[in-house]
């Protein structure tokens, strides 16, 4: 397995390009689905849980064709072979789940293994469930799977979720376009790549409205067409690098990068002591003046601050002045990076759902290891700043998820490696 290394203490300069959406992409792909046309994406991030989803869809008789290097992707599914997303391909990643409803919509079966993806909590399926079953879908779990299907199609109703979970919503919203009459989903998640998915969909043909906010509506069409979509950019890579000239000293302009995708991740920056500044291409961001300020966070769904980018603020409050208490609300098992942090020196103590992290003057190079997807970058942002070599093992979980991390650092002056694991 592929470790990397990661020698502190230099500051970082120049230009970071942030990459299309890991998340969006995941939900735009299987919307390939609901069309026998063509599906061609743009900005497309070059990462192992993109050729993931690939393999699943290709599974299902979609051809997929990738051009300049993976970042553009035709999906063209005029003959579906099968309706199972198999366990084989869905316990890599929980994204899978989101077959579920396009197929369910298009062929009115489908048989999806129950997912497994990041190790950071229960991650129940039951609000897609509810919500699928009151479009009229029958829905049974057996030997792992969850087999749904429709007795003459589905059907537009009101649905209202117990929870704005990200998933159900790019579920049901997809499920609805091609049921008959019109769906009212209510307490529906915001997030951008929510926003993103339903422009995606407008553009297939598709009647929605309402996303970016809690009640999206959707009037069923009989037919969705091919379309040409471009992913919106990966806020949670542009938090995430936004942070390493913070921590590491330097400035950084985050091509592409965008204040509204993150309003209260930088509310937070600002009052920690983070100089961001809107140009042309993006944002330049920089610490200002003396070290950053202990400031507490709450994670909770958009609007609020993303449980994606605690691993990473925890990394930086690891440096900060002061002590700051950093809550998780998504997720119930999301600390996992704290005891690695711990190794470098860390002063962490967690307590049920809250971290509470004194600042120390400097972190130490240790060897360390990955446990998910947003810890492991956290690793790497507390290698920047720690004083000697950090070697952070597992990095899988940071392929799933962050497009040539090594690369992207090295160019701005960080001093990072791969080293090639058996
Ligand atoms: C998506 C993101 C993930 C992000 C998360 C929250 C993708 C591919 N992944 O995950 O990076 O961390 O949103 O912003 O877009 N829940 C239930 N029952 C359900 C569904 C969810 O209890 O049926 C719970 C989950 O266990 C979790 C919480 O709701 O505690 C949030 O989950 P959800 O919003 O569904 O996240 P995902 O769509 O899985």
Redesign the pocket.
Known sequence: MDSIIVRGGTPLHGQIRIAGAK?AA??LMPATLLTEEPLTLTNVPRLSDIRTMSQLLQSLGTEVASMQGGQVITLSSYNLASTTADYEIVRKM??SNLVLGPLLAREGYATVSLPGGCAI????????ITGLEALGAEIELRDGYLHAKTKGGLKGAVVELR?A????TENIVMAATLAKGTTVLKNA?R?P?IVDLVKCLRAMGAEIEGEGTSTITIEGVDRLHGATHQVVTDRIELGTYMIAPVIAGGEVELIGGRIDLLQSFCEKLDEAGVSITETPAGLKVARKNGRIRAVNVKTEVFPGF???LQAQMMALMCTAAGESHLEET??ENRFMHAPELMRMGAQIDVHGGVATVKGVERLRGAPVMATDLRASVSLILAGLAAEGETRVARVYHLDRGYEHVEEKLSAVGASIERMKGE
């Not at 909590?121 to 897609?128: E, L, S, T, V, Y």
């Open positions: 998340n995941l939900t929980r994204a909590g229960a991650r129940p399926m039951d609000i897609h929870f979970s990200v998933g159900a998640a997030e790549e993303p449980t994606d998504i997720f």
